[in-house]
């Protein structure tokens, strides 16, 4: 069974970067996209970066360069990093990590992912 912990959600200041990180065990191979997504208070659930299985990675629009999504790969597990710097209030937000095997995962629509973690709490303060 595919599971996906994340880890690394904290309160920070604007300005400020944090990296996190969601490990995914039960690997099969198969998934054809991992990606970060990311609900805010009173917000929809929104998609953040998305890394292919062939290299390509995806950001959202908001994104503007100040994120990076990689990966990193033993035997039996993945872990997918998000890489995120001059954060602002905006991106206070509890991450999600997703994977899905299904061909439209490259648009960052939540509705097309099927496995999800709990999710890890992010603060950004002015």
């Known amino acids: 069974q595919v599971k996906l912990v994340e880890t690394g959600g904290a309160s920070v200041q604007a300005g400020g970067s944090l990296k996190l990180a969601c490990v995914v065990s039960?690997?099969?191979?198969?998934?054809?996209?991992l990606a970060w997504f990311r609900q805010g208070p009173g917000k929809e659930r929104e998609g953040v970066a998305v890394?292919?299985?062939?290299?390509?990675?995806?950001?959202g629009t908001f994104v503007k360069g100040r994120f990076n999504i990689s990966q990193e790969i033993t035997n039996a597990e993945i872990t997918l990093n998000l890489q995120m710097n001059d954060l602002t209030t905006e991106d206070t937000a509890i991450y999600y990590c997703?994977?899905?095997?299904?061909?439209?995962?490259?648009?960052?629509?939540?509705?097309?992912?099927?496995?999800w973690g709990q999710g890890t709490k992010v603060t950004v303060s002015s």
């Open positions: 997703a994977a899905t095997q299904r061909r439209e995962g490259w648009d960052l629509a939540p509705r097309n992912y099927t496995t």
């Open positions: 039960g690997y099969n191979f198969n998934w054809r996209y």
């Open positions: 890394s292919w299985n062939n290299g390509a990675k995806t950001y």
